[in-house]
């Protein structure tokens, strides 16, 4: 289930709420552009060392942490907005991203806050 939710969440409840319901949870923190971006990615899901910078190995990591999680899993998306001013293409692009990831990952539940 992938879901945005307003500028007024609590950013700690939510995560315990995922994590009481059983879920890993990671939070990605957004950067104004896309390559900050997709390094905050990279730097909170520890993805390896080949990570290209670039939307399709965006999709390959996180397509291979949802296959190898072995359980839930909930990747969330603080400050999205902030890219959404700045590049609103690359915005979209990762929301693309992680709306595939949702539809092809039963396990993996999405949260984009939009603040």
Not at 61 to 78: K, N, P, Q
Not at 82 to 93: I, V
Request: aromatic letters at 6%.
């Amino acid at each position: 289930m992938m879901r945005v939710l307003g500028d007024r969440v609590d950013l700690e409840g939510l995560v315990a709420d995922a994590v009481e319901e059983g879920r890993q949870v990671q939070v990605v923190h957004g950067r104004a552009t896309k390559e900050e971006t997709l390094e905050a990615f990279s730097e909170a899901l520890n993805f390896p060392e080949w990570f290209g910078m670039n939307l399709d190995a965006l999709a390959d990591c996180l397509d291979t942490i949802a296959r190898e999680s072995g359980s839930d899993w909930e990747i969330v998306w603080d400050d999205a907005a902030e890219l959404r001013r700045a590049d609103p293409r690359a915005a979209t692009g990762i929301e693309s991203v992680l709306a595939e990831l949702d539809e092809v990952h039963p396990g993996v539940h999405v949260t984009i806050i939009d603040r």
